[in-house]
C-alpha cells in the first residue's frame, strides 16, 4: 500500500517539477541577458570615452597645426613657435630608449622563463619588475637626475633621459614578454629538442617567433610611456630648444620632447592652441608608431610561413 502511494505521489508531483522547469530555465536566460547587457554597456563605454577624447583633441588640436610649426625652432627675435626641435628629441629618445630597453627586456624574459632553475630567483626578479612598474615616474627623473647627470656626468641631456625611460620601460617590457613566452606549449619545445635541436636554437626559431605577440605588445606599451612622459624628463633630458647638428650632438645637450614641450607652452605661457596642436600630433606620432609596429610583425609572421 505504501509503494503504491509514493508511486501516486510521484506521478502527482511531476507536473509541477515540469512546470518549475520553464520557469527556472527563464530566470536563467533573464540574468544572462542582464549580465551579457552590462557586458556589452562596458564595452560600448569604454570605446566611447577612447574616440571622445582621440576626437576632442584632434577637434581642438588639428586646426592649429601648421608647417611652420612642424618645420621651425622658436625663436624670441623672429616671434615664431616651432617644435621641430621638440619632434626630433621625441623620435631620438624613443629610439634610443627601445635599443637599449629591447634586447635587455627580452633577454632577461627568455632567461627566466627558458633558462633559470631557482624558483626564489625568478620570484625576486618578479617582484622586482612589478615594483619598479609602480613607482612614480618622478622619482625616476629624481634618481636619473642623481646618477645619470650628476654622478656619471651625462650632465641634463637627452642621453641622461635616455637612460632613465630606459629603466621606467624595463619591467612593462620583461612582464609582457615573459608572459608570452609562457603561452608556448611545452610541446613545441619538447618537439624541437627530440629532433635535436640546441636548446638556444629552439628558442630562437620556436620560441621567440611563437610569442611574437607578447614581445610586440610590450613594445606598444613601452612606446605610450616613452612618449608621454614628461616628469622624469623634466628633471633629466630638460628643456632645450635647439637643433643640433647630427643626433651624437643632440644626445650630449639638453633637449625637450614633445610633451615637455606641451607643458611648458600650456603652463608656462598660457599657449593652448599650441598645447592642443602638440597633443594631436603626440595623437597622431603615438598611432603611427603602433601601426609601424604592427606592421614589422605582420612581416615577420609572412617571412617565417614563407620558410
Known amino acids: 500500500m505504501s509503494t503504491l502511494q509514493a ?3 510521484a506521478v502527482s508531483a511531476r507536473p509541477a517539477g515540469e512546470k518549475a522547469a520553464p520557469a527556472r530555465l527563464a530566470r536563467r536566460k533573464a540574468k544572462s541577458a542582464v549580465l551579457l547587457g552590462l557586458v556589452y ?3 560600448a563605454l569604454t570605446c566611447a570615452l577612447l574616440v571622445g577624447l582621440i576626437g576632442y583633441i584632434f577637434v581642438k588640436g588639428v586646426p592649429h597645426i601648421t608647417w611652420q610649426l612642424l618645420s621651425t625652432a622658436p625663436s624670441a627675435l623672429k616671434g615664431t613657435i616651432g617644435i621641430l626641435p621638440n619632434l626630433l628629441n621625441t623620435l631620438y629618445i624613443v629610439a634610443f630608449s627601445l635599443l637599449v630597453a629591447l634586447p635587455l627586456g627580452v633577454g632577461a624574459a627568455v632567461y627566466l622563463t627558458e633558462y633559470a632553475a631557482s624558483r626564489r630567483l625568478i620570484a625576486l626578479v618578479e617582484f622586482a619588475t612589478e615594483a619598479l612598474a ?4 618622478i622619482l625616476y627623473g629624481l634618481v636619473g637626475m642623481l646618477f645619470f647627470a650628476q654622478m656619471l656626468g651625462f650632465k641634463t641631456s637627452l642621453l641622461s633621459g635616455g637612460c632613465t625611460l630606459v629603466i621606467m620601460i624595463l619591467p612593462t617590457i620583461i612582464r609582457t614578454t615573459q608572459e608570452s613566452l609562457k603561452t608556448v606549449p611545452a610541446s613545441y619545445r619538447e ?12 628558442i630562437r626559431t620556436i620560441v621567440l617567433p611563437s610569442s611574437l ?7 606598444i606599451l613601452a612606446v605610450g610611456r616613452i612618449v608621454g612622459e614628461s616628469a622624469a624628463l623634466l628633471f633629466t633630458a630638460g628643456v632645450g630648444t635647439v637643433i643640433a647638428k647630427n643626433v651624437l650632438a643632440a644626445f650630449g645637450r639638453s633637449g625637450g620632447t614633445l610633451s615637455v614641450a ?3 607652452y600650456v603652463s608656462e605661457r598660457g599657449e593652448f592652441d599650441v598645447g592642443y596642436a602638440i597633443a594631436a600630433i603626440l595623437m597622431l606620432l603615438v598611432l603611427a608608431l603602433n601601426a609601424a609596429t604592427r606592421l614589422v610583425r605582420k612581416t615577420m609572421k609572412r617571412k617565417e610561413g614563407a620558410q
Not at 605577440?213 to 613594445?219: D, F, K, Q, Y
Open 191 to 202: 618537439g624541437a629538442l627530440g629532433l635535436g635541436a640546441t636548446k638556444w636554437y629552439m
Open 7 to 9: 508511486t501516486l505521489g
Open 213 to 219: 605577440e607578447g614581445i610586440v605588445t610590450g613594445c
Open 134 to 137: 609602480g613607482i612614480p615616474s
Open 41 to 43: 554597456t562596458a564595452a
Open 262 to 264: 606641451l607643458y611648458m
